[in-house]
């Protein structure tokens, strides 16, 4: 269930986007056709909407598979007419990272009848409308479209030209046909299995069935189909929790040609001649999907150690490299235990984020910066590194001397690559936004293995020092300088927890901030006395300082989360979907960037080019209207517009251009020349 939700959640909330002025054309252009302009009165008319896609563009089926949305449509008739139903043609089928998509890649038809009433004088006019709202889509992007078609019919004598009952006719061709004998399927261990009657006499190609109702078999996984003399039997994985009364779709028997039916629970015979396994490719599509997020994510983890928002923790990491040059068992069980603690720290957000977005909450990565109380903690564990950096007090898993050869050593190590996980992946870098959007969509497992290859990106530079002893000959040797660099490097610690401090304020106020300030001061006192009494060797030396520690961790839990901050930022016009598609339809250049407090990618973006002088000069001149989106705290509109974009955090920095067309996607990494050259 999770694909089907997750994706449908993304492309759903993209559907159902309120529709202004259009910013663009229709990629998929819709027309309003009837088989014959003067109906007669009594009788029936067939009307069809013809849907023709841009090259590279695709619409959906009724029932999309795992994302995707159906054509919906809204009438307005005369009095007495009636409109039946959208009918669908055999759709294709299509995979894009790992999802099953039921679409159609070329010009297709929707046909319905109408019915006219009886009585109507020959002549009168019937004035037909209809809005069409429909998803429009590529491998990389989709667009909610709409249409206000309109025919006038004139009561007649419903003769039709032979050109357009030819027209008509090919329409009614795509349409599967019903099924003249009932079907049977039956659930057993997981896997669902379909018996269609169809004579063994038939050439059916490649069979592959459509499900009408989501909920019922998982949509990637291949379908086997099996020929048992009259019938053919369809293997396919069943969802969880799927138990139907009853199972309606389509059977593709090939070239076009499709049967619709309804199957009852019923025996369902074994064995036969497997004649297909269907699905597109997608098995091996689906393993080649994973195994590039994997190491996209693999890549996006190791840049992520020289981008800005992991700097902070430099600390942290040097210090374990220096620790690394030992021994090299040694080296080894700390590279181990580095890792383990950063893989476990991914894995578990990750799957904390799936949780979350399974239950409906808009949430992307990074989410758990957007509460005040954990950035608190955060700023409170922060502060603590700092001061045990600083030399206030010692604990064995994170000091130096005589205890690193024993087991405090790879405790510290797992300790520090859990902290630098959580904090070094609040912000997306290079190859992380593809990876970590594609794991949104993914199943469960898959989702969890690019999470873990993030986890084991930012920790492989540690894993090679552990195991490659050329690099370990080429560290500083331990000794008395180790010290010193430790007091130097409390420094961007303490940085870092200032920082913390300002992002607590802006996300919940003044008066939470200074609690936080309490909290640390608390924490530090705590700290302090603990230290003091370790340096007389006094026993028990921390069971004073517990209460100040305890008590510091209460003022988390008790944090107000109010969001008090600015809605509208100082360097451009706050983010809006219909805002934008007002600018879009003006055709005037827009610069759109995604940020967020706890993001210090975004914050040194903004300060070294987006807030430059010269940036806003030339904007200025051009007339490129800045749009900013402030994430900082998890709103949904912009976790759904990331989403949209196949992206799971900050930043995300997209410019329009004035003549309209898809936006440019900038690097994560900006100059002030990159923007100032933006046309």
Same mark, same amino acid.
């Given at each position: 269930m999770l694909i089907r939700f997750l994706a449908g959640l993304i492309l759903f909330c993209a559907g159902s986007l309120p529709f202004g002025a259009e910013a663009?054309?229709? /990629?998929? /252009?819709?027309?309003?056709?009837?088989?014959?302009?003067?109906?007669?009165?009594?009788?029936? +008319?067939?009307?069809?909407?013809?849907?023709? @896609?841009?090259?590279?563009? /695709?619409?959906?089926?009724?029932?999309?598979?795992?994302?995707?949305?159906?054509?919906?449509?809204?009438?307005?008739?005369?009095?007495?007419v009636r409109a039946g139903e959208l009918l669908y043609p055999v759709p294709d089928r299509l995979l894009i990272a790992g999802l099953m998509n039921y679409v159609y890649e070329h010009e297709y038809a929707h046909p319905l009848r109408f019915d006219i009433p009886a009585g109507?004088?020959?002549?009168?006019?019937?004035?037909?409308?209809?809005?069409?709202?429909?998803?429009?889509?590529?491998?990389?992007?989709?667009?909610?479209?709409?249409?206000?078609?309109?025919?006038?019919?004139?009561?007649?004598?419903?003769?039709?030209?032979?050109?357009?009952?030819?027209?008509?006719?090919?329409?009614?061709?795509?349409?599967?046909?019903?099924?003249?004998?009932?079907?049977?399927?039956?659930?057993?261990?997981?896997?669902?299995?379909?018996?269609?009657?169809?004579?063994?006499?038939?050439? +059916?190609?490649?069979?592959?069935?459509?499900?009408?109702?989501?909920?019922?078999?998982?949509?990637? @996984? @291949?379908?086997?189909?099996?020929?048992?003399?009259?019938?053919?039997?369809?293997?396919?994985?069943v969802k969880a929790g799927a138990g139907p009364r009853f199972v309606e779709g389509v059977l593709e028997l090939g070239q076009g040609l499709g049967v619709s039916l309804r199957a009852e629970p019923g025996p369902v015979p074994k064995g036969g001649t497997v004649i297909a396994t269907a699905a597109n490719g997608s098995k091996a599509g689906f393993i080649a999907t994973i195994l590039l997020s994997f190491g996209a994510a693999v890549l996006g983890g190791i840049i992520l150690n020289i981008m800005p928002c992991v700097f902070p923790i430099i600390s942290l990491k040097a210090l374990s490299l220096a620790r690394a040059g030992e021994t090299a068992q040694h080296a080894r069980r700390e590279a181990l235990a580095y890792a383990a603690g950063v893989i476990v720290v991914c894995a578990a957000l990750g799957a904390i984020l799936l949780l979350l977005r399974s239950g409906g909450e808009a949430v992307g990565w990074a989410f758990q910066l957007q509460d005040p109380r954990v950035s608190l903690l955060l700023l409170l564990l922060v502060s603590t590194i700092g001061f045990n950096?600083?030399?206030?007090?010692?604990?064995?898993?994170?000091?130096?001397?005589?205890?690193?050869?024993?087991?405090?050593?790879?405790?510290?190590?797992f300790w520090t690559g859990m902290l630098a996980a959580f904090v070094a992946t609040p912000c997306t870098g290079p190859f992380m936004a593809g990876a970590l959007g594609a794991a949104l969509l993914l199943p469960g497992a898959a989702a969890l293995a690019i999470f873990g290859?993030?986890?084991?990106?930012?920790?492989?530079?540690?894993?090679?020092?552990?195991?490659?002893?050329?690099?370990?000959?080429?560290?500083?040797?331990?000794?008395?300088?180790?010290?010193?660099?430790?007091?130097?490097?409390?420094?961007?610690?303490?940085?870092?927890?200032?920082?913390l401090a300002w992002i607590v304020g802006r996300q919940a106020g003044v008066n939470a901030m200074a609690l936080s300030l309490v909290a640390v001061a608390m924490a530090a006192l705590g700290l302090w006395w603990g230290g003091e009494r370790q340096r007389r060797g006094l026993g028990g030396a921390w069971l004073p300082a517990l209460p100040l520690l305890v008590a510091a961790l209460t003022l988390v839990a008790i944090l107000p989360q109010e969001r008090t901050m600015a809605t509208t930022p100082s360097s451009g016009e706050a983010f809006s979907e219909g805002r934008l598609?007002?600018?879009?339809?003006?055709?005037?250049?827009v610069f759109l960037?995604?940020?967020?407090?706890?993001?210090?990618?975004?914050?040194?973006?903004?300060?070294?080019?987006?807030?430059?002088?010269? +940036?806003?000069?030339?904007?200025?001149?051009?007339?490129? +209207?800045?749009?900013?989106?402030?994430?900082?705290?998890?709103?949904?509109?912009?976790?759904?517009?990331?989403?949209?974009?196949?992206?799971?955090?900050?930043?995300l920095y997209l410019f329009y251009p004035a003549g309209g067309g898809e936006p440019v996607e900038l690097p994560q990494v900006l100059t002030p020349s990159m923007l100032v050259e933006l046309q």
């Amino acid at each position: 269930m999770l694909i089907r939700f997750l994706a449908g959640l993304i492309l759903f909330c993209a559907g159902s986007l309120p529709f202004g002025a259009e910013a663009a054309p229709n /990629h998929i /252009h819709a027309e309003l056709v009837a088989e014959t302009s003067r109906p007669a009165a009594g009788k029936s +008319v067939s009307l069809a909407f013809v849907m023709k @896609p841009d090259a590279g563009w /695709h619409g959906y089926w009724k029932n999309p598979g795992d994302a995707g949305m159906e054509t919906r449509v809204a009438w307005t008739l005369p009095q007495g007419v009636r409109a039946g139903e959208l009918l669908y043609p055999v759709p294709d089928r299509l995979l894009i990272a790992g999802l099953m998509n039921y679409v159609y890649e070329h010009e297709y038809a929707h046909p319905l009848r109408f019915d006219i009433p009886a009585g109507l004088t020959p002549g009168t006019m019937l004035p037909i409308r209809a809005r069409l709202d429909w998803l429009a889509c590529t491998n990389e992007i989709c667009v909610p479209e709409k249409a206000e078609l309109a025919i006038d019919l004139v009561v007649g004598d419903g003769a039709i030209a032979s050109a357009d009952r030819v027209r008509f006719d090919g329409f009614r061709a795509a349409l599967p046909r019903p099924l003249d004998r009932a079907a049977m399927f039956s659930i057993e261990s997981g896997q669902f299995r379909l018996a269609v009657p169809i004579p063994s006499g038939l050439d +059916v190609g490649e069979p592959y069935f459509y499900p009408l109702a989501d909920g019922v078999l998982q949509y990637a @996984p @291949p379908q086997t189909v099996r020929r048992n003399g009259d019938r053919l039997v369809i293997e396919a994985a069943v969802k969880a929790g799927a138990g139907p009364r009853f199972v309606e779709g389509v059977l593709e028997l090939g070239q076009g040609l499709g049967v619709s039916l309804r199957a009852e629970p019923g025996p369902v015979p074994k064995g036969g001649t497997v004649i297909a396994t269907a699905a597109n490719g997608s098995k091996a599509g689906f393993i080649a999907t994973i195994l590039l997020s994997f190491g996209a994510a693999v890549l996006g983890g190791i840049i992520l150690n020289i981008m800005p928002c992991v700097f902070p923790i430099i600390s942290l990491k040097a210090l374990s490299l220096a620790r690394a040059g030992e021994t090299a068992q040694h080296a080894r069980r700390e590279a181990l235990a580095y890792a383990a603690g950063v893989i476990v720290v991914c894995a578990a957000l990750g799957a904390i984020l799936l949780l979350l977005r399974s239950g409906g909450e808009a949430v992307g990565w990074a989410f758990q910066l957007q509460d005040p109380r954990v950035s608190l903690l955060l700023l409170l564990l922060v502060s603590t590194i700092g001061f045990n950096l600083a030399g206030l007090f010692e604990l064995p898993n994170l000091s130096f001397g005589g205890r690193l050869a024993d087991s405090g050593g790879i405790g510290g190590a797992f300790w520090t690559g859990m902290l630098a996980a959580f904090v070094a992946t609040p912000c997306t870098g290079p190859f992380m936004a593809g990876a970590l959007g594609a794991a949104l969509l993914l199943p469960g497992a898959a989702a969890l293995a690019i999470f873990g290859g993030l986890g084991l990106g930012i920790a492989l530079p540690f894993v090679l020092l552990g195991f490659v002893p050329a690099l370990r000959s080429r560290l500083p040797r331990p000794g008395a300088w180790m010290e010193t660099a430790r007091k130097i490097l409390s420094v961007p610690m303490f940085a870092t927890a200032v920082g913390l401090a300002w992002i607590v304020g802006r996300q919940a106020g003044v008066n939470a901030m200074a609690l936080s300030l309490v909290a640390v001061a608390m924490a530090a006192l705590g700290l302090w006395w603990g230290g003091e009494r370790q340096r007389r060797g006094l026993g028990g030396a921390w069971l004073p300082a517990l209460p100040l520690l305890v008590a510091a961790l209460t003022l988390v839990a008790i944090l107000p989360q109010e969001r008090t901050m600015a809605t509208t930022p100082s360097s451009g016009e706050a983010f809006s979907e219909g805002r934008l598609a007002a600018l879009r339809a003006e055709r005037r250049p827009v610069f759109l960037y995604f940020t967020a407090d706890w993001c210090l990618t975004c914050k040194v973006n903004e300060k070294a080019a987006i807030e430059r002088t010269e +940036v806003s000069e030339a904007f200025a001149r051009k007339g490129i +209207v800045t749009m900013v989106g402030d994430w900082t705290r998890g709103e949904p509109a912009i976790s759904r517009f990331l989403a949209e974009r196949g992206r799971a955090g900050v930043p995300l920095y997209l410019f329009y251009p004035a003549g309209g067309g898809e936006p440019v996607e900038l690097p994560q990494v900006l100059t002030p020349s990159m923007l100032v050259e933006l046309q």
